[in-house]
């Protein structure tokens, strides 16, 4: 079955950057665009940005544009968000999300999510 | 881009049917029939309930509907049920996902 296993917690220091890993199973890697979203404690969901694994292409939400970079290693079926120059308001649970259903492919298989927190 | 507006909370009894609405504008949500619900219950990942306006995904409870009306979007659970309580969140996918506010639906 598909599996999306994310990397542990992180406690990182404002301007610090944080590199979380999301590695898919139970299908062809190259298969299925990768999202990103993340959620602020008590707060919604907010998109991050998207990675082709095939070929490696990324787009980023305006609002992280310079601060993030998303990046893939098919050798092993992993996938990487780095957030960069940190502050207080990046504490959130950063998920991965990936699958298609329907013909626009939206994400249907989740990893279990990655609390980051940001804290001097 | 401002998040999609959705109603804080909304609750019912068992049995009952109960719609949440998603409202957008002409560059979203009413632009385009790309609207997805996602169900999220506490300390989990969301789950995919509706895509495209009105599809469900395999294994979704036809309980779950979804419409849309001009910029407005509703989902409509009907024979809640006590495991529906989580939080609902709708969004518009257009080439990038805008989700809504969030609605907490509560079961009496």
């Known amino acids: 079955q598909v599996q999306l296993v994310q990397s542990g917690a992180e406690v990182k220091k404002p301007g610090a950057s944080v590199k979380v890993s999301c590695k898919a199973s139970?299908?062809?890697?190259?298969?299925?665009?990768m999202h990103w979203v993340r959620q602020a404690p008590g707060q919604g969901l907010e998109w991050m940005g998207i990675i082709n694994p095939s070929g490696g292409s990324t787009s980023y939400a305006q609002k992280f544009q310079g601060r993030v970079t998303m990046t893939r290693d098919t050798s092993t079926s992993t996938v990487y968000m780095e957030l960069s120059s940190l502050r207080s308001d990046d504490t959130a649970v950063y998920y991965c999300?990936?699958?298609?259903?329907?013909?626009?492919?939206?994400?249907?298989?989740w990893g279990q999510g990655t609390l980051v927190t940001v804290s001097s | 881009q401002s998040a999609l507006t959705q109603p804080a909370s909304v609750s019912g009894s068992p049995g009952q049917s109960i719609t949440i609405s998603c409202t957008g504008t002409s560059s979203d949500v009413g632009g385009y029939n790309y609207v997805s619900w996602y169900q999220q219950h506490p300390g989990k990942a969301p789950k995919l309930m509706i895509y495209?306006?009105?599809n469900r995904p395999s294994g979704v409870s036809n309980r779950f509907s979804g419409s849309k009306s001009g910029n407005t979007a509703s989902l409509t659970i009907s024979g809640l049920q006590a495991e529906d309580e989580a939080d609902y969140y709708c969004s518009s996918y257009t080439g990038s996902f805008l989700f809504g506010t969030g609605t907490k639906v509560t079961v009496l």
């Open positions: 139970g299908y062809p890697f190259t298969r299925y665009f």
């Open positions: 999300t990936s699958g298609c259903s329907g013909g626009r492919c939206y994400p249907d298989y």
């Open positions: 495209d306006v009105s």
